[in-house]
C-alpha cells in the first residue's frame, strides 16, 4: 500500500504556470511508473504525463512542450511544472504509482483542483 497526496493547484491565469507535487508514503523506487492523470468535467481521465523508474518520460500532445514531470527517488516526490496554461488544462489532476511485480496495481491520489481562467 502507498499514499499519494497532490498538491499546487489553484486559480490561475491563462498563460500562466503551476507546479503541482505528489508525495508518497513509501518509497517510489519500487513502481515502476509514476504518472498524471487528469479529468476534466464531463470527460474521461486521461494521460497527462508519465516517468518511469529510468526517468524516461512521454506526454500526452496536447501538453507537450509545456509540461515537465520528473521523479525524486530521494524524496519520494513526482512533480508536474505546468507552464503556458490554457482553459482546456481545467481539471482535477491525479497522481498516480503503478506496480509491476509481483502484480500489476496501480495506486491513486485524491487529486488537486487545477482551474485555468481566459
Known amino acids: 500500500q502507498v499514499q499519494l497526496v497532490e498538491s499546487g493547484g489553484g486559480l490561475v491565469q491563462a498563460g500562466g504556470s503551476l507546479g503541482l507535487s505528489c508525495a508518497a508514503s513509501?518509497?517510489?523506487?519500487?513502481?515502476?511508473?509514476m504518472a498524471w492523470y487528469r479529468q476534466a468535467p464531463g470527460k474521461q481521465r486521461e494521460l497527462v504525463a508519465i516517468v518511469s523508474t529510468g526517468g524516461g518520460t512521454n506526454y500526452a500532445d496536447s501538453v507537450k512542450g509545456r509540461f515537465t514531470i520528473s521523479r525524486d527517488n530521494a524524496e519520494n516526490t513526482v512533480f508536474l511544472q505546468m507552464n503556458s496554461l490554457k482553459p482546456e488544462d481545467t481539471a482535477v489532476y491525479y497522481c498516480s504509482a503503478t506496480q509491476h511485480a509481483p502484480f500489476v496495481r496501480t495506486f491513486w491520489g485524491q487529486g488537486t483542483q487545477v482551474t485555468v481562467s481566459s
Open positions: 513509501r518509497n517510489i523506487a519500487s513502481f515502476t511508473t
